[in-house]
């Protein structure tokens, strides 16, 4: 149980153009999501929280109409990244809170995105 | 302000060699909960262990062993006899509080590499 998938794995997309991530818990209902985002050898860093039907809260530094968050349902969250720059260019990985758990996290398998 | 700190950037030992991985945080919570990932090449997050800040007992799961110290805020990982396949980066992870999801903070990870 407590699956989390991410889709797509992988995307390459020109610069200029927006690219959307889902994040889906597959077995459970995910009241909160969370999205993270890893440089090459680096850590991951918390992007934004994610709450079903309301709007996302964004960690400082973060652009909120550069990265669209959208969690729609208790079982999908959506990021956007819109007008994309190689800067973008890097690893995302959303998680997913059981409402009956809130301390547990479930990763999903991350999504590589390349702006060339 | 939470904070993780994994002093060790990287760590190489032959095969069959024990090897500690170090962990110290910092948090104002008096509730809290520390998390050891694993994320091998694939990038795709593994979920080792969580300890509660109320739960000083030590866990040995295996080759895997953790020490928990609230006396000097440490959360160290040693692997007992290594393996190959222990190569990843490994993260130590704090989240807080006990009301609602908690966003994790991690730390800069340590690359291990075991060498045959």
């Known amino acids: 149980g407590a699956v989390v998938s991410q889709h797509p794995s992988w995307v390459i997309c020109k610069s200029g153009t927006s690219v959307k991530i889902e994040c889906r818990s597959l077995?459970?209902?995910?009241?909160?999501m969370f999205w993270y985002r890893q440089f090459p050898k680096q850590s991951l860093m918390l992007m934004a929280t994610?709450?079903?039907?309301?709007?996302?809260?964004?960690e400082q530094g973060v652009e909120k109409d550069k990265f669209l968050i959208n969690h729609a349902s208790l079982t999908l969250s959506t990021l956007t990244v819109t007008s994309a720059h190689p800067e973008d260019s890097s690893f995302y990985i959303c998680?997913?809170?059981?409402?009956?758990?809130?301390?547990?996290?479930?990763f999903g398998p991350g999504t590589r995105l390349t702006v060339t | 302000a939470q904070k993780v700190t994994q002093a060790q950037t990287e760590i190489s030992v032959v095969e069959k060699e024990d090897v500690t991985l170090d962990c110290v945080y910092e948090?104002?919570?008096?509730?809290?909960?520390l998390f050891w990932y694993k994320q091998p090449p694939s990038g795709e997050l593994v979920f080792l262990i969580r300890?509660?800040?109320?739960?000083?007992q030590n866990e040995i799961s295996g080759r895997y062993s953790w020490n928990f110290q609230k006396s000097t805020s440490s959360f160290n990982f040693t692997i007992t006899a290594s393996q190959v396949v222990d190569s990843a980066v490994y993260f130590c992870?704090?989240?807080?509080?006990?009301?609602?999801?908690?966003?994790?903070?991690f730390g800069q990870g340590t690359r291990l590499t075991i060498n045959p």
């Open positions: 992870a704090l989240s807080g509080g006990i009301q609602g999801a908690q966003k994790l903070v």
């Open positions: 300890r509660n800040s109320f739960d000083e």
């Open positions: 998680s997913a809170v059981s409402g009956t758990s809130t301390y547990e996290q479930y």
């Open positions: 948090t104002r919570d008096t509730t809290y909960y």
């Open positions: 994610s709450n079903e039907g309301s709007k996302a809260t964004y």
């Open positions: 077995d459970f209902q995910a009241t909160t």
